[in-house]
């Protein structure tokens, strides 16, 4: 706590440190991006799923500003967020509140408040036209189909579906039980691999989303045809009871059993906390959970899965149909 209080206050930066670490995360972007076909598609994607809500710039900025960056940028940005008053701290391990607390209060707590301003953050306009991206590289040996779909969070938009959209999420792709995976990949022998998953630990609005890899001999075309198949067959015929009970009873152990590990508890906390939750909101997940309802699932799924908010991308290798 000593070197993180330190490093809060006292930051010595030096052009030449800039300018290797610039080089180090310039670097670090075209290892993970854009040496990787997939993940330049779920950039572009990300873009083009929002209109105007700061999440369609990338977390690591976009190359050519990267470039750009300098000695005078990093330090505004420093003096501006890095801060007390703008962070949260995470406590793991065999230590008790009365033991920590004096501790912080030595470190952190003699650091005065910098009054940091609240963020501006745009509001995310009606999406009225479903978006079509196709993203071709010769790399690329296995295409690949995925969508997303702009979705509230648990902090905005309609958060009393995010419960239901987590199960919903299990329901269609969580696993090999699930239905996008027993019905493509094992029943209709289409794909490879099919999945959903939804994230609603956001500040802003969400995504939900689905994927699947074509099998031997396939083409994204069909691929396509039959995922949609899948999702208005949930839409029309709905999902029963013990359906739901059981995704939501295998949730729940699952959760349970991550809570072992004192990095993925910290860290659960740490990300509800900078998402606008609380600790209660994290501790009363289960419960949460257990009570969501076959008909809590449909709203939910009714409410996001509409074209109109959707992004199609597909990953193809350099002059394939």
């Given at each position: 706590?000593?070197?993180?209080?330190?490093?809060?206050?006292?930051?010595?930066?030096?052009?030449?440190?800039?300018?290797?670490?610039?080089?180090?995360?310039?670097?670090?972007?075209?290892?993970?991006?854009?040496?990787?076909?997939?993940?330049?598609?779920?950039?572009?994607?990300?873009?083009?799923?929002?209109?105007?809500?700061?999440?369609?710039?990338?977390?690591i900025g976009w190359a050519h500003e990267l470039a750009k960056i300098g000695r005078d940028d990093?330090?505004?940005?420093?003096?501006?967020?890095?801060?007390?008053?703008?962070?949260?701290?995470?406590?793991?391990?065999?230590?008790t509140a009365t033991e920590v607390r004096p501790l912080t209060e030595r470190t952190y707590g003699?650091?005065?408040?910098?009054?940091?301003?609240?963020?501006?953050?745009?509001?995310?306009?009606?999406?009225?036209?479903?978006?079509?991206?196709?993203?071709?590289?010769?790399?690329?040996?296995?295409?690949?189909?995925?969508?997303?779909?702009?979705?509230?969070?648990?902090?905005?938009?309609?958060?009393?579906?995010?419960?239901?959209?987590?199960?919903?999420?299990?329901?269609?792709?969580?696993?090999?039980?699930?239905?996008?995976?027993?019905?493509?990949?094992?029943?209709?022998?289409?794909?490879?691999?099919?999945?959903?998953?939804?994230?609603?630990?956001?500040?802003?609005?969400?995504?939900?989303?689905?994927?699947?890899?074509?099998?031997?001999?396939?083409?994204?075309?069909?691929?396509?045809?039959?995922?949609?198949?899948?999702?208005?067959?949930?839409?029309?015929?709905?999902?029963?009871?013990?359906?739901?009970?059981?995704?939501?009873?295998?949730?729940?152990?699952?959760?349970?059993?991550?809570?072992?590990?004192?990095?993925?508890?910290?860290?659960?906390?740490?990300?509800?906390?900078?998402?606008?939750?609380?600790?209660?909101?994290?501790?009363?997940?289960?419960?949460?959970?257990?009570?969501?309802?076959?008909?809590?699932?449909?709203?939910?799924?009714?409410?996001?899965?509409?074209?109109?908010?959707?992004?199609?991308?597909?990953?193809?290798?350099?002059?394939?149909?």
């Amino acid at each position: 706590m000593r070197l993180e209080a330190d490093r809060m206050v006292n930051l010595t930066l030096a052009d030449k440190d800039v300018t290797t670490e610039r080089q180090v995360v310039m670097e670090e972007r075209r290892m993970r991006t854009d040496n990787d076909p997939g993940a330049l598609l779920s950039e572009q994607m990300t873009a083009a799923q929002f209109l105007q809500l700061h999440y369609r710039i990338p977390a690591i900025g976009w190359a050519h500003e990267l470039a750009k960056i300098g000695r005078d940028d990093a330090l505004a940005f420093y003096h501006r967020y890095y801060a007390p008053d703008n962070a949260i701290l995470v406590i793991a391990g065999d230590v008790t509140a009365t033991e920590v607390r004096p501790l912080t209060e030595r470190t952190y707590g003699v650091i005065p408040a910098r009054g940091v301003a609240p963020r501006e953050r745009l509001a995310e306009p009606r999406q009225l036209a479903a978006r079509r991206l196709i993203l071709r590289d010769a790399r690329v040996r296995q295409p690949t189909w995925q969508r997303t779909y702009l979705a509230p969070s648990r902090h905005a938009g309609a958060k009393e579906h995010a419960d239901a959209l987590e199960v919903l999420a299990e329901i269609l792709g969580g696993g090999t039980t699930s239905r996008l995976y027993r019905s493509l990949v094992v029943e209709k022998k289409l794909a490879a691999a099919a999945g959903a998953w939804y994230d609603p630990v956001q500040l802003a609005l969400s995504r939900f989303g689905v994927y699947a890899t074509p099998a031997e001999g396939v083409d994204l075309a069909t691929l396509e045809t039959a995922m949609d198949g899948e999702i208005a067959r949930l839409l029309a015929d709905g999902v029963g009871a013990a359906e739901v009970k059981r995704v939501t009873k295998r949730m729940i152990a699952e959760a349970t059993y991550a809570r072992d590990s004192l990095y993925l508890a910290a860290r659960a906390f740490g990300e509800a906390l900078t998402a606008g939750l609380t600790v209660a909101d994290v501790e009363s997940w289960p419960e949460r959970i257990a009570a969501v309802t076959p008909a809590d699932v449909m709203a939910a799924a009714r409410a996001v899965l509409r074209p109109a908010t959707s992004v199609t991308g597909l990953l193809l290798g350099d002059g394939k149909s």
